[in-house]
């Protein structure tokens, strides 16, 4: 059964530095997603992206994140400098087209320290 | 902007009984409400969605309502099973165009007792 593969499964950085979470959505999938949750909070919808462009993003995707489809098989996320409550879980989804079924990744945990 | 509303955030059941989660939104333009089960490790997985032109959708052990004028929604599992234990979230969405984000609930976090 096809899956939204995440990588690393824990990534531990210092406060300050960049990171770079991957995804491989499935593969014809046209519609992708960042989530992320907090421990012991809600999963929070951080930004959509389709046709190589962000189509909706949310309050906390400020200008320190941003997102890449580099080469037709990879959805990156990327914290450009990492903060303390920036350590969360981050899920990647993705959707194909004319379904509304996302599917998720089993998530990366990031702990900044 | 949307907020959805997930209640009870712990709930414990014998197997074989009935469990309910019970989820409230706020914008009147959410029409996708689907049905997420977490297990531990793992990220979301869909149980079940339900669309706003339908009140009620059902799969063998699982149902879920829609009340559209009262802007709640809620899933039902019946003779429940221990592998029924798990986080479940409820989120709504405003699907269209080129977005479909989801609002997520709190979670339930439910324990099937053997």
């Known amino acids: 059964e096809p899956e939204v593969t995440q990588t690393p499964s824990h990534q531990v950085t210092q406060m300050g530095q960049e990171v770079i979470l991957r995804c491989v959505p499935i593969s014809n999938h046209l519609y992708f997603y960042w989530y992320r949750q907090i421990l012991g909070q809600k999963v929070e919808f951080l930004v959509s992206?389709?046709?190589?462009?962000?189509?909706?993003k949310s309050e906390i995707f400020d200008d320190q994140f941003s997102v890449e489809r580099p080469d037709g098989s990879n959805f990156t996320l990327k914290i450009r400098s990492t903060k303390l409550e920036d350590s969360a879980m981050y899920f990647c989804a993705s959707r194909g087209p004319l379904t509304t079924e996302a599917f998720f990744g089993q998530g990366t945990r990031l702990t900044v320290v | 902007g949307e907020n959805v509303e997930q209640h009870p955030s712990t709930l414990s059941v014998q197997e074989g009984d009935s469990a309910v989660i019970k989820c409230t939104y706020s914008d009147s333009a959410s029409n996708y409400f689907p049905w997420y089960k977490q297990e531990l490790g793992k990220g979301p997985q869909l149980i079940i969605d339900?669309?706003?032109?339908?009140g009620e959708k059902k799969d063998q052990r699982i149902a879920v309502t829609l009340n559209k004028t009262a802007k709640h929604f809620s899933l039902h599992i019946t003779e429940t099973q221990p592998e029924d234990s798990a986080v479940y979230f409820c989120a709504a969405s405003p699907f269209s165009g080129n977005t479909g984000k989801l609002i997520f609930g709190q979670g339930t976090t439910l324990q099937v007792k053997p």
């Open positions: 992206f389709y046709n190589n462009e962000i189509s909706e």
């Open positions: 339900i669309r706003s032109n339908v």
